[in-house]
Nanobody, 115 residues
Framework: QVQLVESGGGLVQPGGSLRLSCAAS????????MGWYRQAPGKQRELVAR???????NYADSVKGRFTISRDNAKNMVYLQMISLKPEDTAVYYC?????????WGQGTQVTVSS
């Protein structure tokens, strides 16, 4: 099991940037695929970006070219750098750790993009 704590959310104007961080503890972090998901009001939770234990990344089409996921296995951290933010990026962002049948979630951090 992995415990996850997100940080870095907040209010930003359209076109602005934010960097989300997720601190992991409790298991062998480097063995887990890590992901960022988001859930807007009235919508289902959706995958934003994912990075495997080997460093392979994939992104939702809506964020390609704007968001970058990265991980630091030495620090048990995963990051989501977000640029050119749009109002439609507004959501609660959740960090996820996945290894086989195991799935752990953080508590979420709110990102609001508004002028």
């Amino acid at each position: 099991q992995v415990q996850l704590v997100e940080s870095g959310g907040g209010l930003v104007q359209p076109g602005g940037s934010l960097r989300l961080s997720c601190a992991a503890s409790g298991s062998i972090f480097s063995l887990y695929a890590m992901g960022w998901y988001r859930q807007a009001p009235g919508k289902q939770r959706e995958l934003v970006a994912r990075i495997t234990s080997g460093g392979i990344t994939n992104y939702a089409d809506s964020v390609k070219g704007r968001f970058t996921i990265s991980r630091d296995n030495a620090k048990n951290m995963v990051y989501l750098q977000m640029i050119s933010l749009k109002p439609e990026d507004t959501a609660v962002y959740y960090c996820n750790a996945n290894r086989g049948v195991y799935n752990d979630w953080g508590q979420g951090t709110q990102v609001t993009v508004s002028s």
